[in-house]
């Protein structure tokens, strides 16, 4: 099922577990506004090439929108969509003053050199300068691209509105990006696992923990988990997949990876066939790769009791419904990878005070927002007697609909 059309999904079944009437539902789905452009620069060798960017701004009732730009070649504008708007409902679970966009160009980053990424990136911003804004819409890093492409983001959007260092979050330290961001969604991570985990009467300490994806995400997460004494026994990225049931030495893993580009060859830990890393045996399973990963065809065979996603809708509906009958307790993306976009949050907080904060203070803050954040989808899930991410969704749509409901904005 595609990103869009399960996100839909959850969102009806929320509006419905709400009560709201079918006019505010349809005008709380519609996309505020779609962008496409052409974005066409010169190659290093003098040739002309051109890429589709796109920007989709979903909602803005509860404050600027908010969300990533990601270079990859499958950029489309049904995943954009879903993307943005599950960042309507994840900022409004963060309880962030943000609404939703999400961006993309359709490229491959692998292929351009770094100049050429930065001509497409400066040309994307002129086509869209207008649109974007510190109080209208604030993009990040995504899949591919990073703190330099905000770098030239910024430079590109001051040359038409003078220096404003919060268009852009996921920046530069040295341009006003936040201490803690790049952690900040791996820490937002381990901070959930620790809430759910003490819902259970658990502690980090002493679980089997198998991580799928060892990007930004899961390497930081699986760096935090092993400092709290959480025994992580599997890890998979694009390279390849390892195993060690005794647990991976993950200092050692993260040296490997930095020197080798990726987990391949590690010698800690046994290389398994990184299709099987969802089913290994353990206690939680951390998505943190791409979507739509744990389906029908593999729900049945998963042996964790718990999943945290940490990617963005790692779990197909179908699987969602075979996991809970199984009684496998999923903590939904729209809370679990919330971090990166509260520390976000943070960060433009810190350039519009022109103020910027130590590193304990932005992790203390980063710890209460996720604890409240559990607290009020526990809330919700009493009230309307649903698993957590139905009570995640409620919790979302309904701050959403409530702030379009007193800006006098219901259809």
């Keep these: 099922m595609n990103a869009l059309v399960a996100t839909n999904r959850n969102f009806k079944l929320a509006a419905r577990l709400l009560g709201l009437d079918s006019k505010l539902e349809k005008s709380l789905l519609i996309p505020f506004?779609?962008?496409?452009?052409?974005?066409?620069i010169p190659k290093d060798d003098g040739t002309l090439a051109s890429f589709v960017g796109f920007r989709v701004q979903h909602d803005n009732a509860r404050g600027p929108m908010k969300g990533g730009i990601r270079y990859h070649p499958e950029v489309d504008p049904d995943e954009v969509n879903a993307l943005a708007q599950l960042m309507t409902w994840k900022t409004a679970v963060?309880?962030?003053?943000?609404?939703g966009a999400k961006g993309g160009i359709g490229c491959n980053p692998g292929e351009l050199s770094i100049s050429e990424l930065e001509r497409l990136t400066r040309v994307f911003t002129q086509k869209i300068h207008d649109l974007i804004g510190?109080?209208?819409d604030v993009p990040a890093p995504d899949m591919g691209t990073g703190p330099q492409t905000m770098a030239w983001i910024l430079d590109e959007y001051s040359k038409f509105h003078g220096y404003s260092p919060a268009v852009v979050t996921g920046k530069p330290i040295d341009l006003g990006g936040s201490l803690?961001?790049?952690?900040a969604t791996g820490r937002g991570v381990l901070?959930?696992?620790e809430a759910l985990l003490n819902e259970h009467g658990k502690t980090i300490s002493g679980q089997k923990f198998v991580i799928q994806?060892?990007?930004?995400v899961g390497s930081w997460a699986a760096q935090l988990i092993h400092e709290k004494g959480g025994k992580i026994v599997a890890v998979?990225?694009?390279?390849?997949?390892?195993?060690?049931?005794?647990?991976?030495?993950?200092p050692s893993l993260l040296n490997h990876v930095k020197e080798n580009k990726g987990v391949k060859g590690f010698h800690g830990g046994d290389s398994i066939d990184p299709n099987s890393i969802l089913v290994e045996d353990c206690d939680i399973l951390i998505p943190a790769a791409l979507g739509g990963v744990i389906n029908k065809e593999n729900a049945n065979h998963i042996k964790a009791k718990f999943i945290i996603e940490a990617a963005n809708h790692p779990t197909d509906p179908e699987a969602d419904e075979i996991l809970s009958k199984k009684g496998v307790v999923i903590l939904p993306d729209i809370y679990a990878n919330s971090g990166g976009v509260t520390v976000s949050y943070f960060e433009w907080v810190q350039n519009i005070q022109g103020f910027m904060w130590d590193e304990e203070k932005v992790n203390n803050e980063l710890k209460t927002y996720m604890t409240k954040g559990f607290k009020d989808v526990k809330e919700m899930c009493k009230t309307h007697n649903c698993d957590l991410r139905m009570?995640?969704?409620t919790l979302g749509v309904n701050r959403v609909a409530r702030a379009t409901v007193l800006r006098g904005w219901e259809a």
Excluded: L, Q
């Design 236 to 250: 998979s990225d694009i390279t390849g997949a390892i195993k060690n049931s005794k647990g991976i030495d993950i």
């Design 180 to 183: 803690g961001r790049d952690a």
């Design 391 to 393: 009570g995640a969704f």
């Design 191 to 193: 901070f959930a696992t």
């Design 213 to 216: 994806g060892f990007g930004n």
């Design 134 to 136: 510190v109080h209208t």
């Design 33 to 40: 506004r779609e962008i496409k452009v052409e974005c066409t």
């Design 94 to 99: 963060a309880n962030i003053p943000y609404g």
